[in-house]
RNA sequence: GGCUCCAUAGUUCAACUGAAUAGAACAUCAGAUUUCGGCUCUGAGGGUUGCAGGUUUGAGUCCUGCUGGAGUCACCA
């Protein structure tokens, strides 16, 4: 039992005692450093349940506490709050308690309980990954290992938007002027030879809607007619007809784009459990509306089409089925949730993780789902996050203002390397070492960035503080992390047993942040946000940092005391890789 | 126009879901190393939390209105 669960109960009981009356919960916070004390009860939204002068209530709880829990011994009352002193030997009993833990913090999965399906990345297979997908790839991630270490069991999966009149547009721009070009023959990766041939297809595009509007065309009606978009519209209805000579050509033309996207995958660290493709997908949902229809949960109109009335819950009608019983969007995410669920029977909840501009397809999805009678539709989250912006402003893949996902990554690799060549210990490192050192760097500094800000908001990507490596940075916490470990290969004592010491006050303060790690994890996998771990990592970070340059570690001449901050610094270091490993970020043992 | 989201130091972000004098980092200024890795640490200045009301013992947080910004309202995905 936590010591903060203790003494919930002992203000509950004491509360009993003194007025003989029961309060269902207390509320806390930790002390603000101005004020004596470790932690404080909040007493004010006591009075709803007991008039009275506040201080009063503060010094009659205080007294009861110390009284009959023996780890507080002092208590000071400012207004209405009750600051209580925790005896130091609490502090080192529990570090005694959990330096030997190995996944201090992390909860292991249950057998009974439902897996956690999360979907992140999701490309459409028509050009390379770009930065608002590397927001997308790292929350995935980040959030699916934060749902495993608060104890769920946890699928990846993406859908690869792998057809449709997009993809159709850099298959026809590469067969009529690619003179068959190939990533081998060009020394390009697969997504970016495809990449270059759909802005080719927008080109040409252009260049076609001009000439009509020359010939006196509007410009509506030059958008529809461009020959090269009738062409592109006819290989789609090929495509959905199995044409040969189309299906050859998509499976090429995508296995270049897998392979490219797979290196960046593997840079970036990220995996997955299954991959679903929309080719395959893109029918399912058809017979879930028929099944709807027979519920009462859609509707026909006269034209044939099948919409869902949402008006009772706030939302408009929407369409599931075309007048002409084809597909949307809409049916097909019906029918991929359903899929999911047969082929992973223990899936009892989803994380789409999807940008914000759809947060009411996600809202209307879920409601179907919901009136459908899926169980499981209760458990489903659009893990909905904002745009990447850059000081230029808005990034747009036509105009060729967008990051690329991996010019990116190589930038804060090269960043790194320049500042690490400058300041590193890396005598001895192989030049295969360093470059994978500097990729460490590099990824752990634009992970970092991304991941500490809360997912809803937006972020402005500044290339410039973006690879600043002081302050609230990855880097600075690898920093941090590789001097912990110089100390332990310069720790030649046996530090592994248990010692007894008086604490030091700035070892105290970090013991009192280990101790809500556990309770960090959980609070991140409820807000499914990265954002807590890396602010508490910061936290962490920052508490050792002034321990170490207020306290000497192997200078101390107290054996035992020696030992306890070795020990201290190892937990720190252990808990940094830990937590960074929910984040998707690797630690350095020296940079 | 309807609906949804956002607005906090010069800048980038916090604030445990309603509690003490709104906290960090960057930048600025002033300090610290015969010391375990100075990519470090200590300190200072910097705020009417977009504006105006309201609820509450207590509001950055909840409600209403307004201003500014974004998204969305396709038989697109």
New binding site residues.
């Given amino acids: 039992m936590n010591i903060q669960n203790l003494i919930e109960t002992k203000v509950k009981e004491g509360f009993l005692a003194l007025y003989e009356i029961e309060i269902p919960t207390v ?1 806390f ?4 450093k ?2 004596e ?1 470790d932690i ?1 009860v ?1 007493v ?2 006591l ?2 349940y007991k008039k009275g002068n506040p201080t009063q209530i503060a010094e009659d709880l205080g007294n009861y506490i110390i009284k009959n829990v023996k780890e507080i011994n002092r208590f000071n009352v ?4 009750l ?1 209580l002193v925790i005896d130091d030997a609490f502090y080192s009993n529990f570090f005694n308690a959990i330096y030997q833990q190995n996944n201090y913090g992390f909860v292991s999965s249950k057998p009974e309980e439902k897996s956690i399906m999360v979907e992140y990345s999701s490309p ?1 297979t028509n050009k390379p990954l770009h930065l608002g997908h590397i927001r997308n790839n790292l929350l995935g991630y980040s959030v699916a290992e934060i749902l495993k270490a608060s104890g769920k069991k946890v699928y990846k999966t993406q859908i690869i ?1 792998d057809r ?2 997009h993809i159709c547009k850099s298959m026809l721009a590469w067969q009529k002027f690619g003179n068959g070009e190939t990533p081998a023959s060009t020394g390009l990766k697969g997504d970016k030879l495809v990449g270059n041939y759909y802005v080719k297809f927008d080109q040409e595009y252009k260049k076609e809607i001009n000439q009509l509007i020359a010939r006196g065309k509007t410009e509506e009606e030059a958008k529809k007619e461009a020959p090269i978009l009738l062409e592109a519209q006819q290989m789609l209805r090929n495509w959905e007809n199995g044409n040969s000579e189309v299906t050859q050509l998509w499976e090429k033309m995508n296995g270049w784009v897998y392979d490219g996207f797979n290196i960046t995958y593997k840079n970036l660290g990220v995996d997955f459990d299954k991959l679903y493709y ?1 080719s395959d997908t ?1 029918l399912l949902g058809k017979d879930v509306v028929a099944q709807g229809l027979e519920k009462g949960v859609f509707y026909r ?1 006269e ?1 044939g ?1 099948v919409w869902c009335d949402l008006t009772d819950e ?1 939302l ?1 009608e929407k ?1 599931v089925l ?3 019983g084809t ?3 809409m049916t ?1 995410d019906i029918g991929t949730a359903i899929q999911r669920v047969k082929d992973f029977s223990d899936v009892g909840g989803m994380v789409y993780t999807v940008g ?6 996600f809202q209307v999805l879920f409601l179907i789902l919901k009136k459908l009678g899926f169980d499981w539709a209760k458990q489903l989250y659009h893990l909905s996050y904002g ?1 990447v912006d850059l000081p230029s402003g ?1 990034m747009k893949s036509r105009e060729g203002t967008v990051v690329d996902a991996d010019d990116l990554m190589i930038e804060m690799a090269e960043t790194a390397k320049s ?2 060549e400058e ?3 890396l005598d001895g490192y192989t030049e295969e070492e360093k470059s994978e050192l500097y990729k460490t ?1 590099g990824l752990g500094a634009l992970k970092y960035y991304i991941l ?3 997912p ?5 990507f ?1 290339p410039k ?1 973006s690879v ?6 990855g ?2 916490i690898q ?1 941090t992390y ?2 912990i ?3 332990i290969r ?1 720790a030649d004592f046996d530090f592994s047993n248990p010692v007894s010491i008086d604490l030091h006050e700035k070892e105290k303060e970090i013991i009192k942040i280990l101790e809500t790690f556990p309770e960090v994890v959980q ?1 991140a996998a409820a ?1 499914y946000s990265p ?2 771990i890396a ?1 508490y990592t ?1 936290d962490l970070v ?1 508490e050792f ?2 321990f ?8 101390e001449e107290n054996k035992d005391k020696k030992i306890f901050r070795v020990q201290i610094s190892k937990k720190v270091g252990d808990t940094i890789k830990l937590a960074f490993s929910l984040l998707g970020i690797e630690v350095p ?3």
């Fill in positions: 509320e916070q930790a002390t603000r101005e004020f004390g404080t909040v004010f939204p009075l709803r400012v207004k209405g709050f600051n459409n938007n449709g009149i929309e893109y109109k034209d089409s706030g408009d369409i075309r007048s002409d597909a949307v969007y097909q914000n501009e759809q947060d009411y397809h745009m808005k500042i690490s300041l590193g210990k760097i500490k800000v809360d809803k908001k937006r972020i402005l500044d503080s600043d490596f002081q302050g609230n940075t880097p600075f920093y590789a001097r470990q110089s100390i310069k609070q807000n954002a807590i602010n910061y920052k940092n002034s170490y340059q207020n306290v000497s570690i192997l200078g043992e020296r940079m």
